[in-house]
């Protein structure tokens, strides 16, 4: 079972990590805080100081359509931020 699924890219994220040397992550739904941090630490090469996590809603839409009335919604996911510690960065584009 892979518990980092794969880093979060976003404004928000990025300036956090610029900032406060926080990094965010969807991570598996099951997974608790113990076990985020040992895979990052152990996928990155990092000390981890604190995890905090969320478990993100689906978001549910509704579409009016010429063959009538569509519903979706999207996946329900868990999201990590992990803040580093200081001097410590994790480089997510090392790969491309």
Request: hydrophobic residues 40%; glycine residues 6%.
């Given at each position: ?20 040397n ?22 990155y ?52």
């Amino acid at each position: 079972m892979s518990i980092i699924i794969k880093p979060i890219v976003t404004e928000k994220v990025t300036k956090q990590s610029e900032l406060l040397n926080q990094f965010g992550f969807v991570v598996d739904r099951k997974a608790n805080k113990v076990q985020i941090k040992k895979a990052i630490e152990a996928a990155y090469g990092v000390t981890i100081l604190s995890v905090n996590t969320m478990n993100v809603r689906p978001d549910r839409t509704t579409k009016f359509t010429k063959s009538g009335l569509i519903s979706g919604k999207t996946n329900a996911y868990k999201k990590a931020i992990v803040q580093v510690q200081e001097g410590e960065t994790i480089d997510f584009y090392n790969n491309i």
